[in-house]
């Protein structure tokens, strides 16, 4: 039973890599003529942060994420790697 959790975490960590390395090789195609369609994406979350004044300590809480076609591809390959491996 702890293997099936072990696997579920390193299923987790696969797609949060293929999503930032996937998005990071879209935005270096973005200069490129021929690859600008792997930049294409949407941005979403908080567009101005949310902040907590307790007086005591205060807590701003922010989100945004930014997925292109790249981010998509690499999500997808790192899915694939995993159930290969």
């Given at each position: 039973?702890?293997?099936?959790?072990?696997?579920?975490?390193?299923?987790?960590?696969?797609?949060?890599?293929?999503?930032?390395?996937?998005?990071?090789?879209?935005?270096?195609?973005?200069?490129?003529?021929?690859?600008?369609?792997?930049?294409?994406?949407?941005?979403?979350?908080?567009?101005?942060?949310?902040?907590?004044?307790?007086?005591?300590?205060?807590?701003?809480?922010?989100?945004?994420?930014?997925?292109?076609?790249?981010?998509?591809i690499g999500m997808i390959l790192a899915i694939f790697i995993y159930r290969?491996?």
């Amino acid at each position: 039973m702890a293997t099936r959790e072990k696997n579920v975490w390193i299923l987790i960590v696969f797609i949060l890599c293929g999503l930032v390395v996937g998005g990071l090789l879209g935005q270096l195609a973005s200069n490129v003529d021929f690859l600008w369609w792997l930049s294409y994406g949407e941005e979403f979350g908080f567009s101005t942060p949310i902040t907590l004044d307790l007086q005591v300590i205060t807590i701003t809480f922010g989100l945004m994420f930014q997925i292109n076609i790249a981010s998509i591809i690499g999500m997808i390959l790192a899915i694939f790697i995993y159930r290969k491996v």
